[in-house]
């Protein structure tokens, strides 16, 4: 079963009232969900996910918590568009939790897990035309190196982008364990003792296939607009470029801008308005119960006054 990774930290932070409308940019099996619903009794909760088998299972599992909830079958990207619709210009917590559930992960045929033989897939959204299948087959050597290198920071990107291109021209590559032998077989022996040597590979395809990057930076920023004063948006990553840009977004918003931060006063108007409220990363009892929440860290800003 799924662990939810830093739950109690999200639920503290969230900073829940009975009467709270939250969103859950990604519901995934319900985790974070189930427990945000307990809490907001007189409130109401909009979740988000592209994955029709982790609503399916969501949503039995939290009708048997309360019925004040809407799941929306969308990428969170249309964030803003989606919550729109319902007539919601603004809400009282955002909760990103960005890791690939452990469903996805150990199940066989959605192809997310270097551990095990799956068909090349890795689509959140399984309507997505773009798989992992393409990217390998079908990307050239200087787009396999670049998503490698940008999106997996692998040091061995080149040879390991030259060795798919080499192995695909005798016959197409099909499944996950397939693909791990060639990326075994591109790299140092040393480097495939100290980690799996294709895990940065498959999350860069990962990256690729489902736009992550570019999707979170856009619906961070929405987040940020439609929080209301008083209310916080968490995001947990876990790796360095999701955190980068959560960092980086965190830090644009709630800083004066060095032009004029060494005015005597600062105007009403350039003053920030949000605050970063905490950085967070697992304690050690979760690192014991939880390996998967060795990467993670937990952002929380919260907005301070209207813009």
């Keep these: 079963m799924h662990k939810s990774v830093l739950l109690d930290s999200c639920l503290e932070y969230l900073n829940l009232q009975e009467n709270s409308i939250i969103v859950d940019c990604t519901l995934g099996y319900g985790g974070h969900s189930s427990k945000i619903l307990e809490k907001v009794k007189k409130g109401f909760l909009y979740c988000f996910d592209q994955d029709i088998e982790?609503?399916?299972?969501?949503?039995?599992?939290?009708?048997?918590?309360?019925?004040?909830?809407?799941?929306?079958?969308?990428?969170?990207?249309?964030?803003?568009?989606?919550?729109?619709?319902?007539?919601?210009?603004?809400?009282?917590?955002?909760?990103?939790?960005?890791?690939?559930?452990?469903?996805?992960?150990?199940?066989?045929?959605?192809?997310?897990?270097?551990?095990?033989?799956?068909?090349?897939?890795?689509?959140?959204?399984?309507?997505?035309?773009l798989s992992a299948l393409q990217v390998v087959n079908e990307y050239s050597c200087e787009d396999l190196?670049?998503?490698?290198r940008d999106y997996g920071e692998e040091k061995y990107a080149v040879s390991i982008a030259k060795k798919i291109i080499s192995y695909r021209q005798n016959k197409s590559i099909s499944t996950t364990l397939e693909l791990v032998e060639i990326i075994k077989s591109a790299v140092p022996e040393k480097y495939r003792r100290e980690k799996h040597p294709a895990r940065k590979v498959f999350?860069?395809?990962?990256?690729?296939?489902?736009?992550?990057?570019?999707?979170?930076?856009?619906?961070?920023?929405?987040?940020?607009d439609i929080i209301k004063v008083g209310g916080r948006v968490c995001v947990i990553t876990f790796h360095?470029?999701?955190d980068?840009?959560?960092?980086?977004?965190?830090?644009?918003?709630?800083?004066?801008?060095?032009?004029?931060?060494?005015?005597?006063?600062?105007?009403?108007?350039?003053?920030?308005?949000?605050?970063?409220?905490?950085?967070?990363?697992?304690?050690?009892?979760?690192?014991?119960?939880?390996?998967?929440?060795?990467?993670?860290?937990?952002?929380?800003?919260?907005?301070?006054k209207e813009g």
């Design 54 to 129: 982790a609503i399916n299972y969501s949503k039995e599992r939290l009708i048997k918590v309360a019925s004040n909830f809407e799941i929306i079958q969308s990428n969170f990207v249309n964030l803003k568009d989606e919550l729109s619709k319902r007539n919601i210009a603004k809400v009282d917590g955002i909760l990103f939790d960005l890791g690939v559930s452990s469903p996805q992960l150990d199940t066989d045929y959605r192809g997310f897990s270097f551990h095990k033989d799956a068909p090349l897939d890795m689509r959140m959204d399984l309507n997505n035309k």
């Design 145 to 148: 190196i670049r998503i490698f």
């Design 240 to 242: 360095s470029l999701e």
């Design 203 to 224: 999350q860069a395809i990962r990256i690729e296939v489902n736009d992550e990057l570019n999707v979170f930076e856009h619906a961070l920023n929405d987040a940020l």
């Design 244 to 304: 980068k840009i959560c960092k980086k977004i965190f830090k644009d918003y709630s800083e004066i801008d060095k032009a004029i931060s060494k005015m005597p006063i600062i105007p009403l108007q350039y003053q920030p308005k949000f605050k970063v409220i905490a950085n967070i990363t697992p304690n050690n009892n979760e690192l014991i119960e939880n390996n998967r929440s060795r990467s993670a860290k937990l952002r929380v800003i919260e907005r301070i």
